[in-house]
Every structure is written in structure tokens, then in C-alpha cells.
């Protein structure tokens, strides 16, 4: 039998004289999310699909278009694997919506919103903060640590209750943004991102007093984030955009609920408004839940499973959750390592044992129902509801639908199918878009296990095994070293039930279709920590099968073409059979723990061990517990590219000694013993890398199984001063500092005996250059790439030197706001538009500049050419000898909603935009005319027509519009005009130049362009739109 040697469980022990019992375990609730919010984590936390195997499987649905603002609805698939315990979510089972965006929450210890006026347990973070120490002052204890509190986790104390002194982690996903934030010691938010300008304002965010909670519904919680744009992002808020967990305890049949105190945590704010620059907004609406009426109080109502006829009452979404827990200790004073040969049996001995018994779990949903768009159009998501294999009600999408007024524009309908008998799921069967029918496939989806099974391996998937099955798999633990050796099979991966309900095909409009192949995860390098890696997290060598499923082949058939078969090979090099998959995640279930314990005449030498299992890990819902560090990818056999990640090999998480220490918590601690690194180690946390891991670091393109072309991507750190707007006491303003400042200090105990103090940093980590090799036979032609953030503005690119094949060097450079010291677009945190832009040319020892433009935005608001918004006002450039700077064009005139109405170019030529369709499209274009010299009767006149046009059926008669529109140009005769028709969200109707000869544009049913035509939809054609490719 093989063996394997795992790492410890960091498993709080509550209390130091750790007489604990096994009726009266004091465990930990999960707090589970929904599959909507492990969406949005997954899709932040793992940035590129090929890196895990997965298949990217994106299907776009809708786009939201408003004044150069864009963002677009689609369909997702996670294709990683079978897990029993994960739920359907609205669009079925491991698809995705993405529609909205949320902020999702990690606990790390007691959630930060916790407040509790009990002076024997640990307020939250929020709490910490209000004694206004800085990160600097935790570290070096400048403050007064709690004691005697019924928590293992180390408290600040002020004077009648403490808090804790660890930050949960925020991960946030929306329209295109992502990253994740924690909070410093003194409340400012650290972010990083995508976006470098971000700020995130927490004056929202609301304590929750919820052991004194008379219901089960939270005090107001929200967040807002400013992106470099100055566009407004708001979270959460009410409770109908809140995701909310609720612990229900242990399922037993054989005793009734009794009420408690409520208990929940909010794991998710969702989007419910965005506020552009401009002052459009866009609106998410979700359904208005309200616990009320019977079973309102069903977060108090525990060990029992919430009354069902109550429940289906609810008119909010919810997923009922269970899963199985088991949990053994061993307690002895006199242990002396002779049990089974210095090992401890987890068969049988220990002093308390349990079954593996359910515990419950409700989570309260945030269920989209409407997005407006500034009140112009609005895009509505209709609901079915069915009963799961209990009977309670759950909620799958039936419609899409975007309306403009009362025109439905586009729908979108699905079709979600029960699938297996007894024990069902429910999948995606088919999607029609605008009459346009999409099918899907999916492997062995007529028999299903029960969400609840026993029959999972070490991370969750699905492995047939037995109902029987134990969580704890039989092992023996090793005292003289720390180290744990797995017996029994019984929690071994079997692959080959992990594609359960796979997506197997699907099948586009034209009958044409797609076909995916999976195969099992594979590794050759593992994480461990055992006593060889001194109980830190290494990296080491070992051969194996790991949970769930990678992509090994898709097919792409269409209609009288040869089909194109994509094969992905994971391998350390082209010709090589080693797997180039690493296992990240570590397995462990098994706790000791040595200390001395007050006897008469002295101390008693007591020694614990303590084990637990379950069927559920929620690390499969959000992160993968793979990468590959190549992946090959090859197109009808012969390869084609080569893509190197970077993993936890290259960038493992750091023990960096400078940034933290570990001081002794109580003498009574039996501290100098051959174990101390387990004790100790087991859980001292390093400083996490994850965000560097994941990103594609190079790419070589392959022909005839030889390499033409070779991109390299380097990454890296920057360690700079920068000034950027910071959310600090509820207060937005510009900070100067520098990176090294930000950080967090966390403090936990570690095995009740050691205080950790580890500074947690949030250091920018950016591109810093690149480089194009291309294989020549007259020599490689190499371009080269230089990124720079020596600008003060945060982590904004601010220049790129690149070296070209031919002996050239070409310099951009970008100035911000920050560096030009526009305090007025600092203020509205329009920190990441280039404002001054520099192009230059290095031949040998000579520098040329190029060129040098300028965007001028107005010093002060409101302004005569911009009103109260922050809009261009000018275009400037530079006089390549003297640097004098002159006019390009000038924005003359904008409206209320940033729609530019006049602009005058540098000959002094001035145009005239006139806008229409409730000032969203430009129906008239006057070249030569000033404003001034437009009658407002004639602007009204078509403006007016337009509107009304706005509220016609698609593809309407035209003909009074166009009327008016002509009628206008003829009153302006000695001007250029060029006008334009539309039909709202779907593309412009005709456009007539000054020559007066008419472009009529015609769709199909899918709102694609079909054709163009002369003067009316049945003129000459002038040009036509084929779409015979698969949609």
C-alpha cells in the first residue's frame, strides 16, 4: 500500500485547559455561499483557463452600451468536476450568469461586521479598527492584548470588550473589475486590482449585533468603489442585494429545533448601482426579500431542518445545504509514544468518536430581476420555481428579456431539465436566442448521488465509494515527528465519476456543434508539509492523480467543412510524458498538541489529539487545487503553441522573517520539545502569492514541430512612492506614502502556546516588460519592452521603451493627474485617464520627439463648456522645436448628460452634433455651423421626431421621421448635414450624406446587419452579410 504522509489541520482548540468533550465540541460554522457568488470568486481568482485545465466556454448574451460605457451579460461554464455537495444555480448546474458583479467575503476568524456586547467573546475586526491603532502599533504591541476570553484568537482590549486583530478577505468581481481588498489595522482598505486607481469606500459597512438580533434579517451593509474613471460602483445595502449564511447546527432526527440566538454572516454584497462620470446610472434590481411570517426566524431555529411548508413560504431564494461532519479526540497524561509503535491509531481509540453525522446550512440569495439602464431601457430576468429532492422550493431562469420602452428588443429563453431519477440535478438543456436554438449535451447525467453522499475523496468530488464511508480515513499519526500517514483508500480520487453531468456538447443554430473530451487531473509535484519541510508549505516530487477533470480534446464540426480537433497536452516539454501539474492544495485532518496543565506540586504533561473530517471543501467551489505549468496545444495533430505559466513553483508563498515574529503566549507551555516545528509551524502562516500565480510568462508558436516564435512575459514588484486616494475614517483623500505602507498587521495564537504578529502586505505587482523573439534564418529578429512606474500616480504605466529588430528604440510616456496636479480630476478620482502624451525615436545617440499631445479638462466645475461634469475641453500639441503648445480642437459645448454638442477644429471649421433618441444617438451632424446659428424650433423639430421613433416597434415605417429630418436639412441648405435614423439597441437604420443619397441598413431576426441598401429597404444593394459560420 502507498503511503502518504500529510500535513496537520490548523484546528482551533478552544480554551488552555482543553478539557473538551465529545458531545459538546464547540465547532466552527461554514458559512456557505451561493453558486452565483462562487462564481464571481472563481472567475477573479483563477485568471486564465488553460492554466487549470478548464474549459473557457463564454456564450455572450446581452451588451450594455451608454456613452462609451460598456459592459456585456454572458453565460459561463466551470468544466473542473462533480461535486456532490455544489448546488444548481440559476442557469443550472456549473453555469454561470454573469450579469451584475459582487463583493464576496472570506472569513478569517470572526467576521469583521461581528459586534457582541458579551465581554468573554471577540468582537470583529470593525470593532479593532474604532481604537484607531495603526498597523505599525499592533506590530510592536503598542496596545493592550485581551485575555480570559472564550476564543483561541488574541484580542485588542478597550477597557470593557476586545476585537480581533485579522482582517477578513474581500474578493470582488464586476463588469470587467477584480481583485480582492483587506483592512489595515486602522481601517484603510488595501487593495489590489486590475484597475491600480481603485478606491474602496467602507463607510457602509455596518456592524451586525447578531447574538442580540430579535430576526433574521441584518442591519444595512454596503460598500462603494470609485474606479480610475470616477465611475461609482455601489454593493449590497438593502437585504434584497445581500447573500446571507445561516448555521442551522446538526440534523437529528431524534430531537426537535430549539431557538437560540440568530445567527448569520453576509457572504456577499451585490451590485445594485453603478453611477457613471457623466451622471447616467444603471440600476441592478434584485427580488425584494423580507423575512417574513412564518419561519422568519428560521436563522434561531436549530438541529432541525427548517420547517418545509414555512420555508416554501420564503419569497426570497435560498439553498438548504448539508453535509456530513465527523470528529474524534484522544485526550491522555500519559502518552508516552508506545501506541502502535510511536504512531496513534485513528481506528478506534479514540476517547470521544462520532459518526459522521449532517449539519445544515441555509443560504439567503441575491436573485437579479432587473437592470435599468438611466431609465432608457431595461433588461428583465424571469424566474421558475421547483422543488428540490426535499421539497423546498428553489428558483431556475426561465427569460431574458431587453426592452427599450415597450419594444422588446431581444429574448433570451432557458430551458433547464431535471436530470436522474431520485437524486436529481438540473441542467442546461437549451438556450434560444432571438429564435436562434442552442442545445446542450452532457456525460452519464441520468443518475445522480445525493448532495449529502459520503462518497467523496479528500476534496469533495464525487469517488462512488459507499455511504458507509467515514470522513475520517483510517491513518496512523506519527507523535515523534509530527507527520500523518494515510491506511485507507476510502477518500481516493476515482476519476471516474468526477465528469458526472459534464458539459459533453453543444450544438449551434446552424446544427453545427462543438465536443469536449476530458481526462483526469494529473501531477508530478505536490505541496507538502510534513517534518522534512519543517511544517512550512514546500513544493516536493511526487506522481499522482488529482480531483476533477481537464479538457483533452474539443471537436469543431460544422456544416460541409472537415471538422478541427483541438488536442491539450499537460507536459514539462513537447516530448516528455511528465506531468505538468502541481498539486496545490493541502489535505489534512489530524491535530496534536502538546502543553502542561496546573497539578498539584507542579504540571501534569497533557497531550491532545484531535481529528475531523468532511464531505464538503470549499476551496473546489472558488480556487482550483491544480495548475499546469505547460500546457501544449495541438490543432488536427500537429502543434501548434506552447503556454508556461507561472505556478507555485516559481512563485511560492514567502516565510519573510522581517515582516513578522513569534513570541511565547504562556509559560505553561511545554515549548523546548522535539516538536516544536509542527507545534509551531503547523500554523504560522506566509505571506500569499496567489495573485502572481496563474499568468501566462511565455508563449511559443510552433511549426513543424519547430518553434518560429517565442513571446516572454516578465512580472515583478514595484517598490515606489505614490500619491492615490485613499478611504481612511470615512474620509476620501489624496495619501502620499509608499508602498511599504501598506499593509495589515494579523495576530493569532498558534496551538494555544505562541502569539504570531505577521505583517500581511499589498504590494503592487505589475508587468514590467516583455519581448517578441522570431526565428529567422538570416538571424532572430528580437522586439523588446519596457514597462515604467516611476510616476507618482500609483501603479499607472506611465512608459514603454521598446527596442525594435532594426536598431530603434520607441518611447511612450503617459502623464496622470496626479503629476500634473489637476486637483479637480483627483478629486473625482480620475486618476487613470493620460492627460499628456509623449512619443519619442532613439537612433543611435540621436532623440527625436514624435509627437506630444495634451487633453485639457476644465481647472473648475461647473464650466460654461461642460456644466457640472469633468469632460475634455481641448485637444492641445506640442511644437516638436520649441515645446509651445497649441490648439488642436476645442469642445465647445457639451449637454447634461456628456453628450458633445460643438467642437471646432484648428482651421477654425465648427460642427454641430444634434442628438436624439432621448439623448443617446447623434441624429444630425452640421459641418460649418456654430449652435448660434441653428434656430431652436428646427433642433426641437427633430428631436422631438426622434423620440417619438425611439417608442416605435422595431424596423417601423420610417417615413414621417425621415420627412422631418430632410425637411431640416433643406432649411439649412448652405451647411454639410449628414443625418441618422436607428432602431435603439439594435444598430443605425439609414444614414443620408450631404450628397443626399440614402444608406438604408437592414438585420435579421437576430439583430445581426444583413444588407446594405440605396434610398429604401428595397433599393439597390450595395453590400451584403453572410453569417454562415456556427453562433
Known amino acids: 500500500m502507498k503511503k502518504l504522509y500529510l500535513p496537520i489541520l490548523l484546528i482551533i482548540l478552544i480554551g488552555f485547559s482543553f478539557q473538551l468533550k465529545g458531545q459538546d465540541l464547540n465547532l466552527k460554522p461554514i458559512n456557505i455561499k451561493s453558486p452565483e457568488s462562487y462564481s464571481y470568486e472563481r472567475m477573479g481568482n483563477i485568471p486564465i483557463n488553460m492554466n487549470r485545465g478548464t474549459i473557457d466556454l463564454n456564450i455572450p448574451l446581452l451588451d450594455i452600451n451608454i456613452d462609451g460605457f460598456s459592459s456585456s ?65 499592533i506590530y510592536t504591541k503598542n496596545f493592550q492584548l485581551s485575555s480570559g476570553l472564550s476564543t483561541p484568537w488574541p484580542g485588542i482590549f478597550n477597557g470593557s470588550t476586545s476585537s480581533e486583530l485579522e482582517s477578513d478577505k474581500y474578493n470582488f468581481n464586476f463588469l470587467g473589475i477584480s481583485g480582492y481588498f483587506t483592512l489595515s489595522n486602522d481601517g484603510t482598505p488595501l487593495i489590489r486590482s ?95 426579500d423580507d423575512p417574513i411570517g412564518a419561519g422568519s426566524n428560521y436563522c434561531t431555529q436549530k438541529n432541525a431542518m427548517p420547517h418545509l411548508t414555512n420555508a416554501n413560504s420564503f419569497n426570497f431564494s435560498f439553498d438548504l445545504n448539508r453535509y ?56 428583465f430576468f424571469t424566474y421558475d420555481t421547483y422543488n428540490d429532492d426535499l421539497g423546498y422550493k428553489s428558483y431556475k431562469l426561465k427569460k431574458i428579456e431587453e426592452k427599450y420602452q415597450n419594444n422588446i428588443t431581444k429574448t433570451i429563453d432557458f430551458t433547464i431539465s431535471s436530470k436522474g431519477s431520485s437524486k436529481r440535478r438540473w441542467l442546461l438543456t437549451a438556450l434560444k436566442i432571438n429564435n436562434k436554438d442552442y442545445g446542450f449535451e452532457y456525460y452519464k447525467d441520468t443518475s445522480f448521488p445525493d448532495d449529502a453522499t459520503r462518497g467523496v475523496d479528500y476534496w469533495g ?154 464531505n464538503i471543501e470549499l476551496q473546489a467551489y472558488s480556487s482550483s487545487n491544480i495548475e499546469y505549468s505547460n500546457v501544449f496545444e495541438y490543432v488536427d495533430g500537429q502543434v501548434q503553441k506552447q503556454h508556461t505559466f507561472s ?151 506611465n512608459k514603454v521603451n521598446t527596442s525594435t529588430p532594426d536598431g530603434r528604440t520607441i518611447i511612450s510616456e503617459k502623464k496622470f493627474a496626479q503629476t500634473l496636479n489637476n486637483t479637480k480630476l483627483i478629486n473625482l478620482n480620475m486618476t487613470g485617464i493620460p492627460l499628456l502624451d509623449t512619443n519619442s525615436q532613439i537612433i543611435g545617440t540621436n532623440t527625436k520627439v514624435l509627437s506630444k499631445t495634451e487633453i485639457v479638462y476644465p481647472v473648475t466645475l461647473p464650466s460654461a463648456q461642460t456644466g457640472s461634469l469633468a469632460l475634455p475641453i481641448s485637444v492641445l500639441s506640442y511644437d516638436l522645436q520649441n515645446n509651445s503648445s497649441s490648439t488642436n480642437v476645442t469642445y465647445d459645448k457639451y449637454d447634461s448628460k456628456g453628450n458633445l454638442l460643438q467642437f471646432t477644429t484648428r482651421d477654425g471649421l465648427s460642427t454641430v452634433i444634434i442628438w436624439g433618441y432621448n439623448q443617446t444617438q447623434p441624429i444630425a451632424k ?27 416597434s422595431v424596423n417601423n415605417d420610417e417615413t414621417s421621421f425621415l420627412s422631418v429630418l430632410d425637411s431640416f436639412r433643406n432649411s439649412l441648405a448652405n451647411y454639410q448635414i449628414t443625418t441618422y435614423t436607428y432602431d435603439p439597441l439594435i444598430g443605425v437604420r439609414s444614414i443620408t450624406p450631404p450628397s443626399g443619397i440614402r444608406e438604408v441598413y437592414l438585420y435579421d431576426l437576430a439583430n445581426r446587419l444583413k444588407e446594405i441598401r440605396e434610398n429604401s429597404q428595397t433599393g439597390n444593394l450595395l453590400k451584403e452579410f453572410k453569417y454562415n459560420y456556427k453562433q
Request: net charge negative.
Open 73 to 137: 451579460i454572458s453565460l459561463g461554464y466551470d468544466s473542473s468536476g462533480f461535486i456532490p455537495t455544489k448546488k444548481s444555480g440559476f442557469a443550472g448546474l456549473n453555469w454561470f450568469i454573469n450579469a451584475s458583479g459582487a463583493i464576496t467575503r472570506e472569513v478569517r476568524g470572526i467576521p469583521d461586521d461581528f459586534t457582541t456586547i458579551q465581554s468573554a467573546s471577540l468582537n470583529g475586526f470593525l470593532s479593532a479598527i474604532a481604537n484607531n491603532k495603526s498597523a505599525n502599533d
Open 194 to 288: 486590475n484597475d491600480p486607481n481603485l478606491i474602496v469606500d467602507i463607510s457602509g459597512y455596518s456592524q451586525q449585533w447578531v447574538a442580540e438580533q430579535t430576526n433574521c434579517k441584518p442591519e444595512i451593509s454596503s460598500f462603494k468603489i470609485i474606479d480610475g474613471n470616477g465611475n461609482k460602483y455601489y454593493f449590497g445595502g438593502r437585504y434584497d442585494n445581500l447573500e446571507i449564511s445561516s448555521d442551522l447546527g446538526n440534523y437529528q432526527t431524534n430531537q426537535g429545533a430549539y431557538t437560540g440566538d440568530a445567527n448569520f454572516t453576509i457572504t456577499s454584497w451585490y451590485l445594485n448601482k453603478v453611477e457613471l462620470n457623466n451622471g447616467r446610472t444603471i440600476k441592478y434590481i434584485y427580488n425584494e
Open 324 to 379: 456530513f461532519y465527523q470528529e474524534a479526540q484522544n485526550t491522555t497524561a500519559q502518552y508516552d509514544y508506545s501506541w502502535a509503535g510511536y504512531s496513534v491509531s485513528g481506528s478506534s481509540q479514540s476517547s470521544t468518536w462520532q459518526s459522521p453525522y449532517i449539519r445544515i446550512n441555509l443560504t439567503k440569495k441575491a436573485m437579479l430581476k432587473e437592470i435599468n439602464v438611466d431609465n432608457l431601457y431595461t433588461i
Open 461 to 614: 468530488y464525487y469517488n462512488g465509494n459507499s455511504e458507509g464511508n467515514m470522513m475520517i480515513p483510517d491513518y496512523k499519526f506519527y507523535a515523534n515527528t509530527g507527520d500523518t500517514e494515510i491506511l485507507s483508500n476510502n477518500r481516493n480520487v476515482n476519476s471516474d465519476f468526477n465528469d458526472i453531468g459534464l458539459l459533453k456538447k453543444v450544438i449551434y443554430p446552424t446544427k453545427g456543434y462543438t465536443e469536449f473530451f476530458y481526462e483526469p487531473n494529473t501531477f508530478s509535484s505536490k505541496l507538502m508539509r510534513n517534518s522534512a519541510t519543517a511544517f512550512f508549505p514546500q513544493i516536493g516530487n511526487e506522481v499522482g492523480i488529482a480531483s476533477g477533470m481537464r479538457i483533452q480534446k474539443m471537436i469543431d464540426n460544422a456544416d460541409n467543412i472537415t471538422p478541427v480537433v483541438k488536442t491539450y497536452r499537460y507536459t514539462k516539454d513537447l516530448n516528455s510524458i511528465e506531468s505538468s501539474g502541481i498539486l496545490k492544495s493541502l489535505y489534512s485532518f489530524v491535530d496534536y498538541i502538546e502543553y502542561k496543565q496546573s497539578a498539584p506540586g507542579g504540571y501534569t504533561l497533557k497531550k491532545e489529539l484531535k481529528q475531523t473530517g468532511s
Open 647 to 797: 505556478t507555485y513553483k516559481t512563485n511560492p508563498d514567502m516565510l519573510n522573517s522581517a515582516n513578522y515574529f513569534i513570541q511565547i503566549h504562556t509559560p505553561q507551555f511545554n515549548y523546548d520539545h522535539t516538536l516544536q516545528d509542527y507545534l509551531k509551524n503547523k500554523e504560522t502562516d506566509l505571506e500569499d502569492r496567489s495573485f502572481a500565480r496563474g499568468k501566462l510568462v511565455q508563449e511559443d508558436y510552433y511549426k513543424d514541430n519547430a518553434v518560429i516564435k517565442t513571446v516572454k512575459m516578465n512580472y515583478g514588484f514595484i517598490d515606489k512612492d505614490y500619491c492615490k486616494n485613499l478611504s481612511k475614517n470615512n474620509i476620501l483623500a489624496i495619501n502620499c506614502r509608499n508602498v511599504n505602507q501598506d499593509y495589515t498587521t494579523r495576530v493569532k495564537k498558534i496551538s494555544n502556546a505562541w502569539e504570531l504578529f505577521q505583517k500581511e502586505f499589498v504590494k503592487p505587482y505589475a508587468l514590467l516588460s516583455s519581448q517578441i523573439e522570431e526565428k529567422n534564418t538570416g538571424g532572430n529578429l528580437i522586439t523588446q519592452s519596457t514597462l515604467t512606474y516611476d510616476d507618482i500616480s500609483y501603479m499607472n504605466n
Open 926 to 952: 452640421i459641418e460649418g455651423a456654430k449652435l448660434i446659428d441653428i434656430q431652436q424650433s428646427l433642433i426641437d423639430s427633430i428631436v422631438n421626431a426622434s423620440n417619438t421613433d425611439a417608442s416605435a
